[in-house]
């Protein structure tokens, strides 16, 4: 995706170095938007997996020994680690004492921004929580910052995330829920066009470009809700002639209690997060 920087945002930027603590699929992605801004000598990197930052190996990036090491290097720290590692990572970070002055941006599910000023005071703290579909530039970030954070700081990071997709600002009571909706959901989709996949395949259809078929359907249709001015239900009634082929499946569906079952794990998906943010 192309994005055109603000050259006041891009100024905020070159005048920070920036640490990512876990390099996944994730960090790789926010980091492909940030070096179109940023010197590559101007990112710190560490991982527990030494081996996680040899796909970096084309690049100047520093690979730092230690969370500390980085973090004490840097501005702007990028918490890019599985939710359930945050706490020990806090308390290393705490123990090394190098944390102030710094700028904090999670992308950990559930982690609260009270989490990080509880462990280092009063910093300016920015909650994300982005989707796979990122690793193509086609994610959708949710963000959301704490007082400390000034308007230039949160407009900066929100435009590196642009850079992979869409992004929503939210109030931080909502970040829990944008998960189960934004986050989560490429997981629902992919087992729908699955099981869409699947079903064409039980009834004799070829294997050569069924599952490229199945993908433009959803696309088509994603593409559709938000283009056309007509509501979900309208658009599904488009669908459905009267006594035709879809309404029957619609029919399968509702018996199914599909909208239910949907609901009922999007609401499961928060808990999980609640849960998270309590370890």
């Not at 090491?69 to 706490?87: R, S």
């Not at 950990?108 to 989707?131: E, Q, Y």
């Not at 869409?196 to 088509?220: F, P």
């Not at 007509?230 to 488009?238: F, G, R, S, Y």
Request: aromatic share 6%; glycine share 6%; proline share 4%.
């Amino acid at each position: 995706m192309n994005v055109v920087f603000d050259p006041e945002e891009v100024l905020i930027m070159k005048q920070l170095k920036f640490a990512f603590l876990g390099v996944g699929n994730m960090a790789s992605a926010i980091l492909g938007g940030l070096q179109q801004i940023v010197d590559d000598r101007d990112i710190y990197l560490f991982d527990r997996l030494p081996e996680a930052l040899n796909k970096f190996s084309a690049r100047t990036y520093h690979r730092c020994a230690s969370a500390a090491e980085a973090v004490a290097a840097a501005d702007c720290i990028f918490f890019a680690v599985k939710p359930q590692n945050i706490p020990e990572l806090l308390d290393e970070l705490r123990l090394a004492d190098v944390c102030h002055n710094k700028i904090i941006v999670s992308i950990a599910a559930g982690i609260s921004i009270k989490t990080f000023t509880d462990a280092f005071g009063d910093l300016p703290v920015i909650r994300t929580m982005p989707n796979t579909p990122m690793l193509i530039g086609q994610g959708v970030t949710a963000l959301c910052r704490n007082a400390a954070v000034d308007d230039e700081t949160f407009s900066a990071i929100r435009e590196v995330f642009d850079t992979t997709g869409h992004t929503i600002v939210l109030d931080e009571p909502d970040m829990n829920k944008i998960i189960s909706v934004t986050s989560s959901s490429p997981a629902y989709i992919f087992l729908f066009i699955k099981s869409i996949y699947e079903s064409g395949l039980a009834q004799g259809l070829a294997e050569e470009g069924l599952l490229e078929a199945v993908c433009h359907s959803v696309i088509g249709s994603a593409k559709l809700v938000l283009q056309s001015d007509k509501t979900p239900d309208e658009l599904i009634a488009m669908v459905c002639s009267k006594k035709g082929t879809t309404e029957q499946a619609m029919h399968k569906l509702e018996e199914g209690r599909f909208a239910e079952i949907i609901h009922q794990a999007m609401l499961a998906c928060t808990k999980r997060a609640e849960e998270l943010g309590r370890t």
